[in-house]
């Protein structure tokens, strides 16, 4: 088992920027990737990027393309997403989970963190 924990969210004018935080702590050796997930009120949860915990290869939404990074630290078994040019339609509980297999589902979550941007 993985235990996630996010941290760095917060209140942020549009066009501002956050980092966001995931530190991971247990089995950290059994994860293939790490993943930041979304989920704004009324919507559905949304894939918003991953990197591959060998490797680094990253993968994003296309909404957040060019806007956002995410970036690992092995040492720190730590994943940061850095949000620039924040839009109000990122508002949203951020969640970090990790994947054990190439392809597989996300089997182990954070508590997440909001993200709130203002106009």
């Known amino acids: 088992q993985v235990q996630l924990v996010e941290s760095g969210g917060g209140l942020v004018q549009a066009g501002g920027s956050l980092r966001l935080s995931c530190a991971a702590s247990g089995r950290t050796f059994s994860t293939y990737a790490m993943g930041w997930f979304r989920q704004a009120p009324g919507k559905e949860r949304e894939f918003v990027a991953a990197?591959?915990?060998?490797?680094?290869?990253?993968y994003y939404a296309e909404s957040v393309k060019g806007r956002f990074a995410i970036s690992r630290d092995n040492a720190k078994n730590t994943v940061y997403l850095q949000m620039n040019g924040l839009k109000p339609e990122d508002t949203a509980v951020y969640y970090c989970a990790t994947q054990t297999t190439a392809g597989g589902r996300y089997d182990n979550w954070g508590q997440g963190t909001q993200v709130t941007v203002s106009s």
């Open positions: 990197i591959r915990w060998s490797g680094g290869s990253t």
